[in-house]
């Protein structure tokens, strides 16, 4: 049977760490997009708008995991704020492609040049590299699609 020999610090608990890091970058983001029409939802709108194919209404609340309702009611907020259009799906008459108007491609620019600072005084006490690796990093294991209970195996009840 192999294990640790003794109890570790909760400094090396990688859940500790990555919430941790993640309540510092949620305040951080609430307070560079938290005036934005949809708060960060609102944000996730304009960036996924901003490719050269624009979304459809239902692949965009697909691709950000919003209720499809949800997503009408935030899409009437941006879109009142002037910020994105909905314009029809040449090939669907039935959907509505979301469209950055020119007043949200500046926002959105403005916003992500705030968050990129936001996370650079977060990432401070790493070096550009280590940065870019983090990255890189977060990134493989947030896309790979792993079902995080097939090797949480089972849990063991407390000794009594």
Known sequence: MSGPSAPQSVECDLAWALARVARDHATAVQCVVGTLPGGQRGFQVLAAAAGDDPPTQLAL???LGVDRTVMTYLLDKVQQAGLIERHPDPNDRRARRIVLTTA?????????TRLR???????????????????????RVATAGTDPTSAAGEPRPPSA
């Open 61 to 63: 609340a697909r691709k």
């Open 104 to 112: 949200g491609r500046a926002l959105l620019c403005e916003t992500e």
């Open 117 to 139: 600072a936001a996370e650079a005084h977060i990432l401070a006490p790493l070096s550009p590299d280590e940065q870019g690796a983090l990255r890189t990093l977060l990134r």
